[in-house]
């Protein structure tokens, strides 16, 4: 199903999953805020880089391993922190920890997941790191970070770019927030979307039906409903000050995610981070803010080398990905290409979209003359230093 000639890029995938979901599940994978502007501009951004191949050069095997905070992986991406993946097929998590694992890279945890903490750790075979919201609050978050350390979670990504959620049209018309509600009177104008998914409807059901998030564990109240996520972003804004005590608690590594200046990297540096994600949030959150290859630049040339940068956003393609590499970045994040995967097969679509992926960057270093992924340099694209690499 997922192999080809029916599946060739993640573009294919992304049109399995719209074929096998609800339309208010699918758009919430592919959407992003407002007019989608920052949306698009993630993946058309990368258009501008040229490359420069260094040509008549053998190049019989390429090294696709590199080192993030001190842990070698096979491969230069991890799969991104997406919440509710338990919507696109069931024990989504657990799956896709699962398939990152055997790929040899690493999986990171989103606050809100449906499957337990411990059970997505125990499903991979490789690093584990566990991205933190506040919702519920402080005492609420430590108890989840103490989780995390002792299942054996070895970073913590805190995500400081919600202090509200972004106005995500798709979902507003589709009816999340009707959906939601389990109250069949206000559901009833949205259900037919879900009716006409049968087969994702039967997993949906035999996997426990709406989740709640065993990781957001309400003093005498539980998991947190699906339905409160909302205003449990808008009670937990995370501010500089938050990294103090988040350092208290966690004795690994730290990764501030949401960073598109300058004065945010250095004050990361400040805070004590181990490393930065480039990243808006795949254009979800804030619209009309620059497409996160724009920002890279700016960002490394603020870090000089004193902490890890990775890059997050628009990744489609390997060449994207060596994109970003030669433009400062030590690894990137995947988040829709698996997202698709997974929504459109389970595990065999996350495993088809990690070796599309893999597969570009081979061909692609063979193409460039270059050995490996540490060999990436920015001498590989166009007018690297320039204001003229991104024209407006």
Same mark, same amino acid.
């Given at each position: 199903?997922?192999?080809?000639?029916?599946?060739?890029?993640?573009?294919?995938?992304? /049109?399995?999953?719209?074929?096998?979901?609800?339309?208010?599940?699918?758009?919430?994978?592919?959407?992003?805020?407002?007019?989608?502007?920052?949306?698009?501009?993630?993946?058309?951004?990368?258009?501008?880089?040229?490359?420069?191949?260094?040509?008549?050069?053998?190049?019989?095997?390429?090294?696709?391993?590199?080192?993030?905070?001190?842990?070698?992986?096979? +491969?230069?991406?991890?799969?991104?922190?997406?919440?509710?993946?338990?919507? &696109?097929?069931?024990?989504?998590?657990?799956?896709?920890?699962?398939?990152?694992?055997?790929?040899?890279?690493?999986?990171?945890? /989103?606050?809100?997941?449906?499957?337990?903490?411990?059970?997505?750790?125990?499903?991979?075979?490789?690093?584990?790191?566990?991205?933190?919201?506040?919702?519920?609050?402080?005492?609420?978050?430590?108890?989840?970070?103490?989780?995390?350390?002792?299942?054996?979670?070895?970073?913590?990504?805190?995500?400081?770019?919600?202090?509200?959620?972004?106005?995500?049209?798709?979902?507003?018309? =589709?009816?999340?927030?009707?959906? #939601?509600?389990? =109250?069949?009177?206000?559901?009833?104008?949205?259900?037919?979307?879900?009716?006409?998914?049968?087969?994702?409807? #039967? %997993?949906?059901?035999?996997?426990?039906?709406?989740?709640?998030?065993? =990781?957001?564990?309400?003093?005498?109240?539980?998991?947190?409903?699906?339905?409160?996520?909302?205003?449990?972003?808008?009670?937990?804004?995370?501010?500089?000050?938050?990294?103090?005590?988040?350092?208290?608690?966690?004795?690994?590594?730290?990764?501030?995610?949401?960073?598109?200046?300058?004065?945010?990297?250095?004050?990361?540096?400040?805070?004590?981070?181990?490393?930065?994600?480039?990243?808006?949030? %795949?254009?979800?959150?804030?619209?009309?803010?620059?497409?996160?290859?724009?920002?890279?630049?700016?960002?490394?040339?603020?870090?000089?080398?004193?902490?890890?940068?990775? &890059?997050?956003? %628009?990744?489609?393609? %390997?060449?994207?990905?060596?994109?970003?590499?030669?433009?400062?970045?030590?690894?990137?994040?995947?988040?829709?290409?698996?997202?698709?995967?997974?929504?459109?097969?389970?595990?065999?679509?996350? #495993?088809?979209?990690?070796?599309?992926?893999?597969?570009?960057?081979?061909?692609? +270093?063979? +193409? +460039?003359?270059?050995?490996?992924?540490?060999?990436?340099?920015?001498?590989?694209?166009?007018?690297?230093?320039?204001?003229?690499? &991104?024209?407006?």
């Amino acid at each position: 199903m997922v192999g080809t000639p029916q599946v060739v890029n993640i573009s294919d995938l992304r /049109s399995l999953a719209k074929r096998r979901l609800p339309r208010a599940v699918f758009d919430y994978i592919d959407g992003g805020a407002e007019d989608e502007v920052t949306l698009r501009e993630n993946c058309r951004v990368f258009d501008h880089v040229t490359f420069r191949p260094h040509n008549a050069v053998s190049t019989p095997s390429c090294d696709l391993r590199t080192t993030v905070l001190g842990t070698t992986l096979e +491969l230069p991406f991890l799969l991104a922190p997406v919440g509710s993946s338990r919507l &696109f097929f069931p024990q989504g998590e657990v799956v896709a920890a699962r398939e990152a694992g055997a790929a040899g890279t690493a999986y990171i945890l /989103s606050t809100f997941s449906g499957c337990r903490l411990e059970d997505v750790k125990a499903a991979t075979t490789g690093a584990a790191w566990y991205q933190l919201y506040l919702a519920g609050g402080r005492e609420v978050a430590t108890q989840a970070i103490r989780r995390a350390q002792a299942a054996g979670y070895s970073a913590l990504v805190v995500t400081i770019d919600t202090p509200v959620a972004g106005l995500r049209e798709r979902d507003v018309r =589709n009816g999340i927030k009707e959906l #939601a509600t389990r =109250n069949l009177f206000t559901m009833l104008p949205f259900v037919g979307q879900i009716l006409m998914r049968p087969n994702w409807l #039967a %997993g949906f059901l035999g996997d426990g039906g709406l989740m709640s998030f065993p =990781n957001v564990v309400l003093p005498g109240k539980g998991p947190m409903p699906y339905a409160d996520v909302g205003a449990a972003l808008e009670q937990a804004v995370v501010s500089w000050r938050d990294l103090a005590w988040i350092r208290r608690e966690w004795s690994g590594r730290i990764i501030v995610k949401g960073v598109l200046t300058n004065t945010d990297a250095r004050i990361a540096i400040d805070e004590g981070a181990d490393g930065v994600v480039v990243s808006n949030h %795949g254009g979800r959150q804030l619209d009309g803010v620059s497409s996160t290859l724009r920002a890279l630049p700016e960002v490394v040339e603020a870090v000089n080398g004193r902490i890890e940068v990775l &890059f997050d956003g %628009g990744i489609r393609r %390997g060449s994207d990905i060596i994109k970003a590499i030669c433009l400062g970045a030590r690894a990137v994040l995947i988040g829709r290409a698996y997202a698709y995967g997974l929504a459109a097969a389970g595990g065999p679509g996350v #495993a088809r979209a990690i070796e599309i992926l893999r597969t570009d960057l081979v061909r692609t +270093l063979k +193409l +460039l003359g270059c050995p490996s992924i540490s060999s990436l340099a920015p001498s590989f694209i166009e007018n690297s230093r320039s204001a003229r690499l &991104f024209p407006n």
